[in-house]
């Protein structure tokens, strides 16, 4: 079994920073892809940034420039630095471990966080 636990969320004003952090634990051998989700009233959930294990990054266009992603393979954990915060990121804010094997040999399996809030309101 593997747990996903985020933290880092709150409420921020307009042009405001925020770190969210996540870390996986349990029965891991590697991770392929950590990435952060998000999930606003009314609206689908969408990817926010993704990493790879060997650092490829991935970011929905409007948050480029302003969100940055990193991850400690090591520790399992992912990180999410969000500058310039706009009142329409606000949203639950889900940390997502992809591709995760137990074992070399073993079946990969997808593990969700239950979600921060991140709210962004003067």
């Known amino acids: 079994q593997v747990q996903i636990v985020e933290s880092g969320g709150g409420l921020v004003q307009p042009g405001g920073s925020l770190r969210l952090s996540c870390a996986a634990s349990g029965d891991i051998f590697s991770i392929y892809v950590m990435g952060w989700y998000r999930q606003s009233p009314g609206k689908q959930r969408e990817l926010v940034a993704s990493?790879?294990?060997?650092?490829?990054?991935n970011y929905t266009d409007s948050v480029k420039g302003r969100f940055t992603i990193s991850r400690d393979n090591a520790k399992n954990t992912v990180d999410l630095l969000m500058n310039s915060l706009k009142p329409e990121d606000t949203a639950v804010y889900y940390c997502?471990?992809?591709?995760?094997?137990?074992?070399?040999?073993?079946?990969?399996?997808?593990?969700w966080g239950q979600g921060t809030q991140v709210t962004v309101s003067s």
């Open positions: 990493i790879t294990i060997g650092g490829k990054t």
């Open positions: 997502h471990a992809g591709d995760v094997i137990s074992s070399p040999i073993s079946k990969s399996y997808d593990y």
